[in-house]
Each structure stands twice: as C-alpha cells, then as structure tokens.
C-alpha cells in the first residue's frame, strides 16, 4: 500500500505545474481577450507545435493541452497530436534499458509525424464542428474576480484532487491485477496484438508504457505494437479530458480517433515487416 500512495503522490506532483500553467492561460484569455474566437481559429501551428511539445517525458504537456482544449484556446486536431505524441515514461525506460540513440529517435520521430498528420487531418475534419467555450468559472466556485493566480490555484486544487483519487483507484487495481497479466494478455494474442497494445495504451495511467517499453526491449512484441500502444499512451491525460470537458461525444470521438490511430498505425507497421 506504501508504494500505491507513493507512485500516487509522486504522479500528481509531475503534472501539478503543468495544471497551474494552463489554467493561467485560460484564466488570461478569459479576462483579458477580446477577441477570444481568434484563438480558437488559428489552427496553422497548433498540431506541429503540440505534436513536438508532447515528445517531452511524462504526461505533463497531455494534461495541459486537456485543459486548454476543454476552453477551446487549441484545436481537437491539436490535442490529439499531443495524445499521439505524448511519452510518458518510455524515454526514461528505453533509455535505461540500453536502447540505441537510432531506436529512440526513430519512435520519437513516429510519434511526431502521426500526430502531425492526424492533427491537421481531425482539425480538417471538425474545422466549423467545435464550439467555442471559455468560460470555466460558470460551474466552479473559483473567486475568479479576486484575480488569476488565486482562481487559478483553486482550480488546479480541486482538479488535482479529482487525479489524487482516480490515480490512487488505477494504481490500486494496477497493483493487485498485475502487471504481468496485461503482458501475458498482449504477447499471448498475436494476431490481434496492435489492436490489444492499444488498447493498453489507453489505459491513464504511466504503467502503459512502461509495460509495453519493457516487453518491446525484452523482444516479445513486435514493433507495430510497440507504436500502436505508445500512440493512444496520452497517460492522465485522458482522464482529465472526461472530467474538464463536458462535451461527452467530443470526448468519444477523441479517445476513437486515437484507438483506431494507433491500433492502424500499429498494423500497418507489422504488415509492412518495418522492425525498429
């Protein structure tokens, strides 16, 4: 139980920057723009710069992007390049279990590319589809007219609590299932294995990619797993993104596009015969 409350702790306290700065944002943009529609238009950068942005180690820029999606200062497009680009904990594992410099830099570059692509692709999609919503103080008791910093903290408090307990809840359930039955349960079902890794990717939690980072370096799954799970990996992310949007069939949309993503991706990589 001391290692579930300290893997606990330690995953929130990660992320609890990351949640602070973009309620900043959408606090600044809230009170002091105007033309707050303009924000919400410029879709030129959004996926190339979140896509680069979510290669950065842990969930933190997925949980950021959560949130500034959820009041509409960046695109669907955008977030999903994030999601897809998101890392986690995969750098850290592959680089202290003895990959090459050329294997890192070829998953990263991956990551980035797909999310680049699906970004402008979803964005072009649901270009006239998304609603503008800025205003997060209507349902949240957040002081916000004593200032941005002091709403801001309030919001960023209460969200952290809500990821204290859903992370504690997944830790636990992680912990006595066993991470050696989510394994055994991919490497067992080969024929479906991009679809399955996938969906282990989904799951909120930095377990995901540890496990499937593992059993690629241990050279039991294949490199179109690997990818397929990697790419729906958006850790916390994801369960931000049902509690700060209200949106639910946004929200379905967002988490099918991303399965069906990775899990494609992922096939496409195995039937081409690519190895990284």
Do not use: W
């Not at 969200?159 to 992370?167: A, V």
């Not at 299932?177 to 024929?191: A, E, V, Y």
């Not at 399955?196 to 930095?206: E, F, K, Q, R, Y």
């Not at 069939?249 to 099918?256: F, G, Q, R, S």
């Amino acid at each position: 139980m001391g290692n579930i409350v300290g893997d606990t702790l330690i995953d929130l306290v990660k992320i609890i920057p990351f949640l602070f700065l973009a309620f900043i944002i959408m606090e600044y943009l809230e009170h002091k723009v105007k033309k707050k529609s303009e924000v919400l238009k410029n879709r030129k950068f959004g996926p190339l710069v979140g896509s680069i942005l979510g290669v950065i180690p842990q969930c933190g820029f997925s949980v950021m992007g959560t949130n500034l999606f959820s009041s509409r200062v960046i695109t669907m497009g955008t977030l999903i390049a994030i999601y897809l680009s998101t890392s986690d904990e995969m750098l850290p594992i592959l680089i202290t279990g003895g990959a090459s410099f050329k294997i890192i830099v070829l998953i990263l570059l991956i990551k980035v590319i797909i999310g680049i692509i699906a970004g402008y692709l979803i964005d072009l999609i649901y270009k006239n589809k998304t609603k503008e919503n800025f205003d997060i103080c209507h349902d949240d008791d957040c002081h916000c007219e004593e200032g941005i910093i002091k709403s801001s903290l309030i919001h960023t408090l209460k969200i952290s609590i809500f990821i204290l307990i859903t992370t504690f809840i997944l830790n636990t359930l992680i912990y006595y299932l066993g991470s050696n039955k989510i394994s055994s349960i991919i490497k067992t079902n080969s024929l479906f294995g991009p679809f399955l890794a996938s969906l282990v990717g989904l799951i909120p939690n930095c377990c995901a990619s540890v496990i499937l980072t593992e059993l690629y370096l241990n050279g039991v799954i294949t490199s179109g797993m690997l990818i397929g799970g990697l790419l729906t990996g958006a850790g916390i992310g994801l369960l931000v993104l049902f509690r700060v949007n209200k949106n639910i069939k946004e929200n379905i949309i967002i988490l099918t596009s991303l399965y069906l993503i990775g899990s494609l991706v992922g096939l496409l990589i195995d039937l081409i015969g690519i190895s990284i």
